[in-house]
């Protein structure tokens, strides 16, 4: 019997987690699994790499994948070692170090890359079919090279070069306001380093927060220390030589005149998925490797994508010859973590299957695909991670409460403010179910309405009545639907409130032991002070003393 050949091209936190979904047919022998790497490190999780460029956390802490364990199983996990190209004729990746990888399965887990701007003394390459049939050998699994003083927050190399501008106490550039790079500007802050934030929206994460929101958000910044500079399109960067004669980042220019010094410029203005790879071998991509909802490439059956780099449509006679797709990669770790098991659970029953047909697939059934697929997510919330500040933002924000009801006679908004106290909820609502909220400095108000937009729940007639749970005289023990066991804690991993006092039972009492017995927190991490609270409750509703993280 032959085991089902399967490699897996890219090795971060989503295939960190694929390659756990499949370890039980590598033991059995039912599947061939080759990891080729890319970085010389362990798979980590690099929404916390921010947290490791000021020196918040250390690496030990960021591991997600268990390479050790992986290879007992009969696995080979190829650290260091980047995929150049893909023969799909002969099935065959082809390797930096020159060898040669047979593939009955190929899944791409590439991820994603941080863009470069447009700006004068910035090179940034193109990566459409041309420029990668001219130039494939530089930019195959590369990186943009970035002058000194010059750089992106995407891996451990760039927090390295984060935290020595941090540790000296230099004055940082943040370039963008989305939620990475305020993470990245707001812990540098608290950390001692000067930083300036520079976007040319109207306010900070203009993606996800309204006006009064994104307002509210700017004042709790610069009350931060954080200098804010809006409505600024940055133009070009100039240098500056060193003692040592090497030329250095010195400004930022903005269209509108501003010349803006300091020691480190880090661009956050967005990611694009690695479609190098895919763009190379033929497949079709768009935003990203286009893929079915069972995550097969569109145009190779033996082909997956996960992750960050995964663009999932259902291909219909009308897409199949439009350019320009639906949709696009969510970027967020949870639904990449969902494909990742889904995909495993999907090839493992393949390779079962095989296995009991005494031989090696040939390639004959892999068009039959499944009419299921990984389940539809639904819009992704997004949280600003920070100490003292919480903004937490789901769905279509833009509406306001004076809008023309006779266009939308079911949708409803409200919205309280208090800037003075840093303090903003908006709530938008059709038919009484929410569709959409923003919360600015009210932790507890964002986490109920986090339940509620979770459940499709309707909200209360008098929506004043949420404003409570931020109040000096709220109880969160007499609140017992938040930490009713079904009430879901941990979105990226799906972790419940009865799985985490599960786990608290077993003698799990910090968030660090929940985490490592469930997941709860591993992902983003901006549940982990809901995982405190359950803990807290739990341990006082048997008589133990109260654990913190």
Known sequence: MSALRIVLVGYGPVGARFVEGLLPSVQTGAVELTVIAGEDVEAYNRVLVAEYAVGNTDLDAMLVGDRETAEEAGARVLLGVAATSIDRAAKVVRLTTGDELLYDRLVLATGSRANVPTLDGVERHRRDLASLEKYGSSLVARDDGLPDGVTALRDLADAERVLEAVRARKRIIVLGAGVLGLELALAAAHAGAQVCVVHHGPHPMPRNLDRGGGQVLRAALRRTGITVIAHSRAEAVAFRTDDQGNRRFDMLVTADGKQLRGDLLVLSCGVSPRNELATLAGLRTAVGVVVHPDLRSWTDPSIFAIGDCAQVVERTEELATQRVLPGAPSGLIGPGWRQADWLAGALTAEAGLIAAAGGRDDGAGSSDRSSAGVPAEREPIVMLKAEHIDVVAVGDVTADPWD??????????????????????????????????????????????????????????????????DGPDYDPAADADAFAPTSTVCWCNGVTVGRIEESAACGNTTVECVGRDTRAGTGCGGCKGRIAEVLSRAAEADGTPSLMP
Not at 405 to 411: S, T
Not at 416 to 439: C, I
Not at 450 to 460: V, Y
């Open 404 to 469: 023309d009801d006779a266009l939308y006679p079911r949708r409803r908004v409200s919205q309280w403010a208090d800037p003075e106290h840093l303090r903003y909820v908006k709530m938008v609502t059709d038919d009484g179910a929410l569709t959409g909220f923003v919360s600015v400095g009210m932790p507890r108000t964002a986490a109920e309405l986090t339940l509620l937009f979770e459940r499709r729940g309707e909200l209360p007639a008098d929506r004043s009545l949420l404003l409570r749970f």
